[in-house]
């Protein structure tokens, strides 16, 4: 059979009206499967992984996380195909990359370890590209794979130029709140079975994007379901639940740039400038500069020596955003936009103090559950007889300190060093907790939820978790939420009080911020301070 003739017959086995394919043009009738039917991949809702009906298109063979970001491309960031950019793509797809290579007005580059379509064999950890280069950057479903993620994070970033755009997608488990990551798992075979494919590291969860404002990055969710409409999933053979990750590097100004001690800072005001301009208080102005912050170009004294309504469009521009005092100073003013301060603010450091004492049976999920934490203070009962100890050293961000208390964790003592802990700890946020306390809020990652809170204290409200008979053994490599699911808040069980009814009122101060002074006091139960 000639190419031609095989060619017709693939159209014809798949050709119809209810698929179309974006790269190649063509109808299909269905698309073909892809992905790979790993149980933890439906156990955790990942999106963007697992076997996928309708996901690959049978001429070009394009598949739908390519599809996705070519599509979103054509319709969001049109510019990509009318300016000159330079683009970095990170393990090309064929598709994209035969897109991105035709048009005239893209200077492009691609790198990987192993694609062959890569025009650089690179490690995107350590790039061998100067600051600032590229103008826009796609990387697609790698991040997944690198064992150092901040770090190609942090690369990426850097090479990308100031107010460049990146798309940076990785599957993500709508169920869980933090990525789930284990160093210690690296045989193919395991990783396929706790990640999902076997030579995949973890499975991100809600917690990516402060992933990447760690690295500096600017991050804009964009829904493609609500963008292009549900008619454009099927059409297209997409993922309903598949977000976009746009990163943005917004151009920083560093405070150098103007030096306090040789500029009158004004603060700007919500009036319009020309208001307080007007004719004659020009000569005010006839010894004095003005630096513009937000372009930072000077404005000459001989420019505004002029009247507001004769000075250049783009001086009123300039002054109409910003309020310079009118009074003599023998010292420039320097001109503050009237804009949000779009410095990339810190990213929020959380840490956690708790007491162990012969915990190997339950620290492990602890320690899983935190593992984002930035670090665990462990106040160490060195009486334990069991492998706590063991298991602490083993885990990263565990700062391990011991102690020892006369009779057992008596309560008083046990509060004293809490608190003599919590006062040395230099974060923004420190969770005091039993190790047998999961704490997370419903909605929203921890680092988002704690950034725009105005109280010092937070406190949570604690049910008891139980079996239920549809449940597995507990997974000590997995984070024990969601693997229990079933409680009841309204009743607090236990062997001694069966009928005990009142955990709907066990709510108990756990979050705080270590720089408002307060101290827990004995019990764990309530702060002073």
């Not at 450091?349 to 602890?366: G, K, S």
Request: hydrophobic share 35%.
């Amino acid at each position: 059979m000639n190419d031609r003739a095989s060619e017709n017959l693939h159209d014809r086995e798949y050709g119809g009206p209810e698929l179309y394919c974006p790269f190649c043009g063509k109808c299909s009738e269905k698309f073909l499967p892809t992905g790979l039917g790993i149980p933890v991949l439906k156990e955790k809702n990942v999106v963007g992984g697992g076997y996928r009906l309708n996901a690959m298109c049978p001429h070009c063979h394009s598949i739908d996380r390519e599809r996705l970001i070519f599509l979103y491309l054509k319709k969001e960031k049109c510019v990509l195909f009318s300016e000159n950019l330079k683009v970095l793509h990170v393990a090309p797809e064929m598709n994209l990359q035969k897109v991105l290579l035709a048009q005239s007005n893209i200077e492009y580059l691609s790198v990987d370890l192993n694609s062959p379509l890569a025009t650089v064999r690179m490690d995107i950890t350590d790039m061998k590209y100067e600051d600032d280069s590229f103008d826009v950057v796609i990387c697609n479903h790698v991040l997944e794979h690198i064992s150092d993620d901040r770090k190609a994070m942090a690369e990426l970033y850097r090479v990308l130029k100031p107010n460049g755009w990146a798309i940076l997608q990785v599957p993500i488990s709508l169920s869980l709140y933090q990525t789930y990551e284990d160093p210690l798992v690296k045989s193919p075979e395991e990783r396929e079975k706790i990640f999902g494919q076997n030579d995949h590291v973890r499975i991100y969860a809600k917690d990516y994007q402060d992933r990447l404002k760690e690295a500096g990055f600017s991050v804009e969710i964009y829904s493609f379901a609500e963008g292009f409409g549900e008619s454009a999933i099927r059409k297209y053979g997409l993922i309903k639940d598949e977000n976009i990750y746009i990163c943005s590097k917004t151009e920083l100004r560093e405070e150098s740039e103007y030096d306090p001690g040789k500029f009158h800072v004004i603060t700007p005001q919500d009036h319009d400038f020309s208001m307080l301009y007007k004719p004659g208080d020009h000569a005010n102005y006839s010894k004095k500069d003005v630096l513009c912050i937000e372009t930072n170009q000077m404005i000459t004294g001989q420019e505004l020596k002029q009247p507001f309504e004769k000075l250049q469009p783009s001086i009123q521009s300039q002054v109409r955003e910003s309020l310079v005092n009118a009074c003599d100073q023998e010292i420039p003013h320097a001109i503050i936009p009237a804009k949000p301060d779009t410095r990339r603010q810190r990213p929020t450091r959380i840490a956690a103090i708790t007491i162990v004492y012969n915990e190997a049976l339950i620290l492990p999920y602890f320690l899983r559950h935190y593992e984002y934490l930035d670090e665990i203070h462990v106040l160490y009962e060195t009486d334990s007889t069991d492998e706590t100890l063991q298991i602490l050293k083993k885990t990263p961000n565990v700062i391990i300190k011991s102690c020892h208390i006369e009779g057992g964790l008596d309560n008083l003592d046990k509060v004293s060093l809490i608190n003599d802990t919590l006062s040395k700890i230099k974060a923004d946020w420190v969770y005091v907790l039993d190790s047998d306390e999961f704490i997370f809020p419903p909605n929203e990652s921890p680092h988002d939820f704690l950034s725009h809170q105005n109280h010092d204290v937070i406190r949570a409200a604690m049910y008891q978790v139980f079996r239920h008979r549809t449940d597995t053994d507990l997974d000590p490599s997995l984070s024990p939420i969601p693997q229990r699911i079933h409680g009841e808040p309204d009743v607090f069980s236990t062997v001694e009080k069966p009928n005990r009814d009142y955990n709907a009122h066990y709510i108990k101060p756990v979050v705080v911020r270590p720089s408002s002074g307060a101290r827990f006091l004995p019990g764990n139960h309530d702060v002073e301070g």
